[in-house]
């Protein structure tokens, strides 16, 4: 068993597609460890897409991130960082499989509904970036 953090980004908040996306989280298998609705500060946007901080996308990335609330939470599972990212489906809704949550949620390349770290380790980063202990379960 091991663990992902995923956000449902703030146009899955602003459409109203927070429940739908917890149930088919839940119908995935994935128990939930940590969850809270927080709003990302520019600086907490950029600290924590740093990765990115060269490509040309990154200003809109950081606005779209910071401009309404997201739902943050920890997710535990078999195999939780590759069945998460099966489970959304690519980067780009236009390439997403069938029934993925970007396929179903998702706008764009830019307005993508749902975030999944891409390893163990930046799963623990990351959910550590958001959580205390006491708020994990
Ligand atoms: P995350 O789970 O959010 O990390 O997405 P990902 O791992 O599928 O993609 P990646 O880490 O490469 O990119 C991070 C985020 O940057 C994406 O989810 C998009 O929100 C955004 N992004 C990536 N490429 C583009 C782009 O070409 N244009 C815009 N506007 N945003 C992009
Ligand atoms: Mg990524």
Redesign the pocket.
């Known amino acids: 068993t091991n663990r992902t953090f995923t956000?449902l980004?703030p146009d899955s908040v602003e459409k109203g597609h927070i429940g739908a996306i917890l149930e088919k989280i839940n119908a995935s298998g994935f128990r939930i460890v940590a969850m809270k609705l927080t709003q990302m500060t520019k600086q907490d946007a950029e600290a924590f897409?740093a990765?990115?901080n060269e490509?040309?996308?990154f200003g809109?990335?950081v606005e779209?991130?910071t401009r309404g609330p997201i739902v943050a939470a920890i997710l535990e599972k078999e195999n939780a960082v590759e069945d998460f990212?099966t489970l959304?489906g690519?980067?780009?809704p236009a390439d997403a499989a069938e029934g993925t949550i970007r396929k179903l949620y998702a706008a764009?390349?830019?307005?993508?509904a749902?975030?999944?770290?891409?390893s163990d380790e930046n799963a623990a980063i990351e959910g550590a970036f958001h959580f205390s202990g006491r708020e994990m379960f």
Do not use: C, Q, W
């Open positions: 956000m980004k897409y990765i990115h490509r040309p996308f809109e990335l779209y991130m990212r959304i690519a980067t780009n764009s390349i830019g307005e993508n749902v975030h999944g770290s891409d």
